[in-house]
Nanobody, 124 residues
Framework: QVQLVESGGGAVQAGGSLRLSCAAS????????MGWFRQAPGKEREGVAT???????AYTDSVTGRFTISKDNAKNILYLQMNSLKPEDTAIYYC??????????????????WGQGTQVTVFS
């Protein structure tokens, strides 16, 4: 079993930055792709950024150039650096992993283990 715990959320003024972390524990050898998702009130969960087992990366269009996903394999920590934040980035952010799925994907149905989420609020 793999467990994921997010941290780093908070409230920030528009234009500011936050860095989210996701610590993985348990059977981390079985983890494949990892991703960040977000869900705003009244909206569906959206894939934000993903990194495959071998480092391939993809972003949703709305965050390209502003967000950076990275992974520290030695520490089993996934990061999301968020710069130039906008009020529309406000959401609960979740990290997830697809067990033994190697390619990056922004499809939530491809992920099998989820963290509990961390709130990000961007105010203008």
């Amino acid at each position: 079993q793999v467990q994921l715990v997010e941290s780093g959320g908070g409230a920030v003024q528009a234009g500011g930055s936050l860095r989210l972390s996701c610590a993985a524990s348990g059977d981390t050898a079985s983890t494949g792709c990892m991703g960040w998702f977000r869900q705003a009130p009244g909206k569906e969960r959206e894939g934000v950024a993903t990194i495959g087992r071998y480092g391939d990366i993809a972003y949703t269009d709305s965050v390209t150039g502003r967000f950076t996903i990275s992974k520290d394999n030695a520490k089993n920590i996934l990061y999301l650096q968020m710069n130039s934040l906008k009020p529309e980035d406000t959401a609960i952010y979740y990290c997830a992993t697809g067990i033994r799925r190697w390619a990056p994907t922004l499809r939530s149905s491809d992920y099998t283990v989820w963290g509990q989420g961390t709130q990000v609020t961007v105010f203008s």
